[in-house]
Each structure stands twice: as structure tokens, then as C-alpha cells.
């Protein structure tokens, strides 16, 4: 398991450093700012996801990811500066455009967004409803197998959002998610909240969908052990722009001050190497799932 993880971390730094071509740049982000009133929160960030990675971003509370995250899903639009997803620049998508490529990605919302009113069901057939016209028991029948592909046990679809846990909540939502059968995924914070084991559940359903999917995977996440499980590349956002990215173990080797900040502020322990870290979860649990964001 330790040896495990450190080869996937030494895999991690050669694999990206490959060359990458055009066609494998699924998010280009060119010289993007952003801000509220006065207050700048991108100012010319680039930053570029490539296919079936799980890309991390991370930095402090208010440094700009959610909004990032909402302009790369056509929900905001930046000042200025470039977005291109799945080959399309967002800022010149027509209507009918922009609904194609909605159906192209699937986004699992921070706090669910599942509505209350439908079973699970229904909350995952949803999707299908809406862009597709396929019938009614075939929508079910879809909605089913994204359910047990995301582990959770059948009569969980006549459920509704309110009888599910947590850790139920984000498979189910996460199901809704995949429901398009999309090329890329974006997770906000997907084990905020969670229990340990539920977190580790997560995490290994998250490389499972990019392994045997191909599946493009952007999160936003603070889950240190997630970070150091499954993601190939993490971008840290601060001042307005990406301030370093790489593996966490490069980033880890990085002299950038709010790179510093993010491994050796208060949660720097947990934020060690994975053989050192699950060697003090041995005396310490408290570490082995951090939950405070770094600030
Ligand atoms: N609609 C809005 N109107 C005004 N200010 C906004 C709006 N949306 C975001 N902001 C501001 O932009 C900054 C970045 O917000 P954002 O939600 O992107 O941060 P974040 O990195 O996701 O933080 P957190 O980790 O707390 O979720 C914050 O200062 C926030 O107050
Ligand atoms: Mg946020």
C-alpha cells in the first residue's frame, strides 16, 4: 500500500512532465481576470487541464476557485481574457452551442444540489429528461446503473435527498453528474463533510472514473489526502493567479511563498509525503483527514 503510493507519486511527476499536444488540452484558461467592483480575484491567470487527468485547485478561502470553476461551466463570464473547453471558446458560444457542450461535462455541486422533491431517481434521470427523448424506462434504467456505478445499492433511488447521508448525498449527486455520460467532470470539494472511510470511498471512486472512463476530472478541494491520492497535477491560486503547479510532491519542493504557506502553515503535518503521513496516522488520527482549509 505505502510502496503503492509512492510510485503513484513518482509516476505523477514523470507522466505530465511528457510532452502535450494540441488535442489533449481540454481546459485553457489565457489571461483571465476577474473582478468585483475593486476587488481583483484573477488577474491574468492562465492555467491549462489536459485529458484524463484529475487536476486539482486549491488556495485560501476567497482566493477565486469557485469563481474559476463557475466561468470554466458557462455560469459567470471573466472581464477579460480566454476560456476554451472541449475545443470551444466560451466567450463567442452561441446559445445552442453553449447547451451542446453543457451536456459534455457534468458538474457535482458542493453542497449536492439535488432537488428535495424528486426521488434519487429522478434526481439522476433528470439530465436524460431534459436533453434527451428517450423513454421514460430507459431514463430509469440509465439512472440505475449510474447509481450502482457511483456504489450505492438500488433501493437507494426511491429514496429522497433528505433520508440519504452525507457520503450517500455526494454518490448520488455525483451520479446525476455522470448521468450524460460526460467527458469531463468538475467536483466541488466532493468529500467535504465526509467521515473518513466515506472520504477514502470517494477518492478511489474518483480514480476509478478517470481509469476506466477516461474521464477529465476538475476539482476544487481543501482534502489533503485526496490531494495526495488521486490528483496527477494541483494548481494553487493566490494574488489573483496560479502561483505554482505540479505534483504535490513537486509542489511540496516549491520555494513559492503561498506554495510555503500551504504545506507548512498550521496543516503543514498533514501535508507530508504519504508514507510519512500514514506512519503518524498510526499515533495520530486526527491528521488523517484534515478539514480546515488552508488559509
Ligand atoms: N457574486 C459575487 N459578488 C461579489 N463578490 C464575489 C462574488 N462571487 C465571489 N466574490 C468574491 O470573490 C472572491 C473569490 O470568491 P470565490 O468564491 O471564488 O473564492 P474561493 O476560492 O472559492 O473561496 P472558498 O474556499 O471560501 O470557497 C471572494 O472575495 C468573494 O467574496
Ligand atoms: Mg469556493
Known sequence: MQSAARADAANKDTVHENTVHEDDRVIEISKVSTRFGEHVVHSELDLEVRRAEIFALVGGSGSGKSTLLREMILLQRPDSGSIRVLGAELQKLGDEEALALRQRW????????????????????LPLREHTGLADALIDEIAAWKLAMTGL???????????????????????????LDPELLF???????LDPNSASGVDELVRKLRDLFGLTIVMITHDLDLLWQVADRVAVLAEGKVQGIGSMSELSRMDNPAIRQFFDGPRGRAAQEPETRQ???QTDTKNARPSSKPK
Open 106 to 125: 457534468g458538474v457535482m455541486f458542493q453542497h449536492g444540489g439535488l432537488f428535495g422533491a424528486l426521488t434519487v431517481t429522478e434526481n439522476v434521470g
Open 153 to 179: 445499492a438500488p433501493e437507494v433511488g426511491a429514496q429522497y435527498p433528505s433520508e440519504l447521508s452525507g457520503g450517500m448525498m455526494k454518490r448520488a449527486s455525483l451520479a446525476r453528474a455522470l448521468a
Open 187 to 193: 467536483l466541488d470539494e466532493p468529500t467535504a463533510g
Open 279 to 281: 506512519a503518524d496516522a
